[in-house]
């Protein structure tokens, strides 16, 4: 079992950044991808971003260019640097991690962080 905790989440004006983190414990040896999602009220989760151990990374268009999901492997830790963040960033974010070569829905999830961001 993974266990995932996340920090860093807050309220921030537009055009603002804020930056998450993620510490894995438990079972980090299995863990080759990490990243992060997102919850908006009244939607559904969507993928933010993802790195892998490997160093392969995956953003969602609307994030490119603005966010930079990066990893510290030896201290477990996933990281989202958000600029320029817009009002439509505003959503619960939640860590995730998964072993390879195995579906998404066998990761594990962190509790989740609030960002909100006003106009």
């Known amino acids: 079992q993974v266990q995932l905790v996340e920090s860093g989440g807050g309220l921030v004006q537009a055009g603002g950044s804020l930056r998450l983190s993620c510490a894995a414990s438990g079972s980090t040896f299995s863990i080759y991808v990490m990243g992060w999602y997102r919850q908006a009220p009244g939607g559904q989760r969507e993928l933010v971003a993802t790195?892998?151990?490997?160093?392969?990374?995956n953003y969602a268009d609307s994030v490119k260019g603005r966010f930079t999901c990066s990893r510290d492997n030896a201290k477990n830790t996933v990281y989202l640097q958000m600029n320029s963040l817009k009002p439509e960033d505003t959503a619960v974010y939640y860590c995730?991690?998964?072993?390879?070569?195995?579906?998404?829905?066998?990761?594990?999830w962190g509790q989740g962080t609030q960002v909100t961001v006003s106009s």
């Open positions: 995730y991690a998964r072993p390879r070569f195995t579906p998404i829905t066998s990761g594990s």
């Open positions: 790195a892998t151990s490997g160093g392969s990374t």
